[in-house]
């Protein structure tokens, strides 16, 4: 009997089996995604992010949120952490344009795919998931031209400067305010994305310009309500037209009172189920959308109906 070839079959087969089994793990590996968020702080970022939760809860994919507090350093940190961690895919809601950027560099020299979500960087990532935030300020901006009749004095809310999303929204609306010469935006500052910073800026322009004040455009809700409140603590909100981003159920409530004249309707659900797509997609090698662009919608009393949950 040939030993020495009965035990180079048996060897073979254990091979071919070790092989399988290596074969079906591969196939089962639960894929795993890192998301870093501008702000837990900030209500409509929460909402993105457990939209993503949810979904990756459906789709059976592990999912890790990091919250960079609004430091894009803290940010560039968190990747090092996935990119370390040798995560499937990375979802970053980036702190600015520029200084969140290198999160993406790295990502990318690691071969890992890095998806943003709502806000963008300069560095290109693989790919993005967001709303057009030019298109919010020049729907804001052109309510309250119309509101006013094309003549007034108008306060612009900045959120946290150099994000994506307050450049593109101030550009929105300066383009509006281009259009319409009887428009004077006579003060303009950042409120930080902050109801309670903001209902203090508001404060400082109702000392400084009183009764001037023909509008606000705050460049999300949180902002919004902090102008609404006080204005309202004045007893100017019934002489005042405020705007804002994203219509939070706050801000679709102030709508339904009265009190908030109209929002910005961003959709967070769709923002978030989207970037998990994307990310599982990307991470499987099937086709994707390199950029996904969700509709801005006007809310008032009108249509407030469609958007109350």
């Known amino acids: 009997m040939n030993y020495t070839l009965i035990l180079a ?33 900030n209500e409509f970022i929460v909402n993105v992010n ?13 999912f890790i949120t990091v919250d960079a507090e609004r430091s894009a350093l803290k940010q560039i940190e968190q990747v090092e952490s996935f990119i370390a961690q040798k995560v499937d895919a990375i979802i970053m809601n980036p702190c600015e344009v520029e200084a969140s950027s290198p999160a993406v560099t790295k990502a990318l020299a690691a071969h890992i795919p890095i998806i943003n979500v709502n806000s963008a960087t300069s560095a290109k990532p693989t790919a993005f998931v967001g709303s057009d935030d030019v298109e919010s300020g020049r729907i804001a901006m052109n309510y309250i031209a119309k509101r006013l009749g094309g003549k007034g004095n108008v306060v612009m809310m900045h959120g946290y400067m150099g994000q994506a999303a307050q450049i593109q929204r101030e550009q929105g609306a300066r383009e509006v305010l281009k259009q319409y010469p009887g428009l004077k ?111 801005f919608e006007l809310v008032t009393k009108d249509n407030l109906t469609k958007y109350m949950k």
């Open 9 to 41: 079959v048996l060897l073979t087969g254990c091979n071919q089996s070790t092989s399988s089994e290596k074969g079906q793990d591969n196939q089962d590996k639960k894929l795993v995604v890192g998301a870093t968020m501008l702000s837990m702080q």
């Open 50 to 62: 457990d939209e993503m939760a949810k979904k990756a809860e459906q789709s059976n994919v592990e």
């Open 185 to 295: 935006l006579i003060a303009h500052q950042t409120g930080e994305w902050d109801r309670a910073k903001s209902m203090a800026l508001m404060e400082n322009w109702i000392q400084s310009y009183g009764a001037e004040i023909n509008a606000v455009f705050a460049q999300n809700d949180e902002m919004g309500m902090g102008a609404v409140k006080a204005l309202t603590s004045a007893g100017l909100k019934d002489k005042v037209v405020v705007v804002s981003i994203d219509a939070i159920p706050d801000a679709l409530q102030a709508v339904k009172n009265g009190t908030l004249d109209a929002t910005v309707f961003q959709n967070a659900e769709q923002q978030g189920a989207k970037a998990i797509e994307t990310a599982i997609n990307i991470a499987k090698g099937k086709a994707y959308e390199k950029e996904t662009l969700i509709p």
